[in-house]
Nanobody, 126 residues
Framework: EEQLVESGGGLVQAGGSLRLSCAAS????????FGWFRQAPGKEREAVLC????????YYADSVKGRFTVSSDNSKNTVYLQMNNLKPEDTAVYYC???????????????????WGQGTQVTVSS
């Protein structure tokens, strides 16, 4: 069974950094797509970034470009979201999502991924 588990959330001051982890299990990692999302209170879920391993392209939301980056440790089956220069508006529950053998061509395409984690809270104080 495919499963994703996020961790690493917490409280940080504006301008600070956090690294979120998404531990995966049960995937074949064949031509997979992967995404990080967030949902703030009272707002719709938004895609933060979306990775296409087929094309090697990572799509970033304009609001996080230059501040957030994605990386992975294949030996640990874990994907990371490094968040720098955090702002109060980054406060949200952050989710990861993934799917094997799936093509994405835009940030929004990751919204259709089938496997999602439970989320981890990030709070940025001003």
């Amino acid at each position: 069974e495919e499963q994703l588990v996020e961790s690493g959330g917490g409280l940080v001051q504006a301008g600070g950094s956090l690294r979120l982890s998404c531990a995966a299990s049960g995937f074949t990692w064949f031509d997979y797509a992967f995404g990080w999302f967030r949902q703030a209170p009272g707002k719709e879920r938004e895609a933060v970034l979306c990775v296409s391993t087929r094309s090697g392209i990572t799509y970033y939301a304009d609001s996080v470009k230059g501040r957030f980056t994605v990386s992975s440790d294949n030996s640990k089956n874990t994907v990371y979201l490094q968040m720098n220069n955090l702002k109060p508006e980054d406060t949200a529950v952050y989710y990861c999502a993934a799917q094997d053998n799936y093509s994405v061509y835009s940030l929004n395409d990751c919204s259709y991924l089938e496997v999602w984690g439970q989320g981890t809270q990030v709070t940025v104080s001003s």
